[in-house]
């Protein structure tokens, strides 16, 4: 609604100025004839006359576009005004639990949840990941991969059942220790106008360069740290313009790994790299998960290969959940099925 108001006022505001430099064009030739008929000036005073009344019409053309500038800002900030106004539907419970330092279990328990009253995306999803295993989430786009990502980090609480970390209910631990506890690797890879450093540690100057350094060596990245300019202070551009996937990626590795997380959600990402890329992001991948619990949404075989369990939702339901191993032996399973025919063919 505001942001329509700045609209319709801006345009306003450049009709009226509009408006107002034809009347004002017409009144001096009006006047400027009247006067030159009565022999009072010369055609050369009616000239200057035109040319006086012209030379105000960019001045004002550019208030014009400064009032419609002051009006998108004042409805821009309103917008921000009632997004702070936002009250978080997950509270915070008085004496909140400390989550467990250490590789985290998982658990959801009988969970249902929608986004919408009586739409369900999840329906009595049930599964135990053990600390320190790795689970390959499959399933069709909508199937609601995405929605048991936002639960474990707790941006919305079950309808139904139970979401646990570590053998705690999310709902009676600490906010800001789920956050810290989970960590993510998207396939769109965001980077800010920022040095290397603030775009790795997201602008938490608590972090020393040292720890940064040593992640980015044991992820792979010294070739690409000792090629920078300027070191950790080299400004990279907004959305990682300049960078290879591969790079890009590698240092989305880089940010979780700093952060030290018991669980690693990985969305791998689809897109093809070259083989020598491939090597180097399978062995952060592989650096990455030690040691730590893991969920990853593969894509690929080479990444279902690295997977303990195996779970496959499909609207919104666990259609098959098991061992890998077994699963994959198991030439009825729906693992099995999948892997047959093609990961990228049957998921997509």
């Known amino acids: 609604a505001a942001s329509r108001k700045a609209f319709y006022a801006g345009n306003l505001t450049w009709g009226s100025t509009g408006l107002m430099f034809a009347i004002s064009n017409a009144l001096a030739l009006g006047l400027g004839a009247y ?98 295993q790795v689970m390959g989430l499959l399933g069709r786009t909508g199937s609601g991969k995405t929605t048991i990502t936002r639960l474990l980090f707790r941006f919305h609480d079950p309808n139904l059942g139970t979401v646990c970390l570590g053998e705690e209910d999310l709902r009676q631990v600490r906010l800001g220790d789920v956050r810290q506890g989970v960590g993510m690797v998207t396939q769109e890879v965001q980077l800010f106008q920022a040095s290397v450093r603030d775009n790795l540690t997201f602008f938490d100057s608590a972090i020393p360069d040292a720890d940064i350094i040593e992640a980015l060596h044991i992820l792979g990245l010294d070739q690409w740290y000792a090629s920078l300019p300027r070191g950790l202070d080299t400004r990279l551009a907004a959305g990682g313009r300049g960078l290879s996937a591969g790079e890009a990626q590698l240092l989305a590795f880089t940010r979780v790994f700093l952060k030290n997380p018991g669980l690693v959600i990985l969305d791998e990402a689809s897109s093809r790299l070259d083989p020598v890329t491939e090597q180097l992001i399978e062995r952060a991948i592989d650096r990455l998960l030690y040691n730590r619990t893991a969920i990853i949404v593969a894509h690929r075989l080479a990444t279902v290969q690295r997977a303990d369990d195996i779970l496959i939702l499909e609207n919104g339901r666990v259609m098959e959940y098991g061992p890998r191993v077994l699963l994959a032996a198991d030439a009825g399973s729906r693992f099995a099925h999948l892997l047959r025919t093609g990961l990228e063919e049957v998921l997509a």
């Open 35 to 132: 006067l030159f008929l009565r022999g009072s000036v010369t055609i050369g005073t009616v000239y200057l006359i035109l040319q006086y009344s012209n030379a105000l019409q960019r001045p004002l053309e550019q208030l014009a576009h400064e009032l419609q500038d002051l009006q998108s800002a004042a409805a821009s900030i309103h917008r921000i005004e009632q997004l702070f106004a936002i009250q978080p539907t997950v509270q915070e419970i008085a004496h909140p639990r400390d989550l467990p330092a250490g590789p985290l279990s998982v658990t959801f328990a009988s969970v249902t949840f929608g986004y919408v009253p009586d739409e369900p995306v999840l329906r009595d999803v049930s599964f135990c990941l053990e600390p320190g």
